[in-house]
Every structure is written in structure tokens, then in C-alpha cells.
């Protein structure tokens, strides 16, 4: 597995990997992390895995670790 790239972006850690003739997107928030599997067929250069950083699915992955945070304290909560 090769590190195609490695950065925090609002306190978000972004690993993006090479593996297997796929990039790997992960996104890191506390205890929580979502990944996401992306064929190298579908990337004609590194650099338009950018798009993967900003905008709205940027933005979108940030909406989606606010839900999981608090799906996990209201489990957590119920223990």
C-alpha cells in the first residue's frame, strides 16, 4: 500500500492510498473514520483527487461524522 497523500482539513484527518489498483480515501475524526474505495481507472491524475477535499462532498463527510458523533454519545448515553 503506497501513501498517495496524507493532510488534516478542519480537524479531519484525510489518508488517501494506492492499493490494489484502487485509491483508498480515508477520513479520520476522533473514533470515528469513513472510507471510501475509488478505482485508478476512474483518476486520470493524482491531483484530481483534490475533489475528494473540498467542496460538497467535503462537506458532506463533515454532516455525516456530526451524525455519527452523536449516534454514538446517545448509545453511549444508554449503556
Partial sequence: MRVVKEL???????SIFSWNNKYI???ELGPMEQTFKLSEMDVLEESELDA???GIFFEEIKNRFE???NSFRRQVENL
Fill in 25 to 27: 480515501i480515508k477520513y
Fill in 8 to 14: 488534516v482539513r478542519e480537524e479531519i484527518r484525510v
Fill in 67 to 69: 451524525e455519527m458523533r
Fill in 52 to 54: 475528494f477535499l473540498e
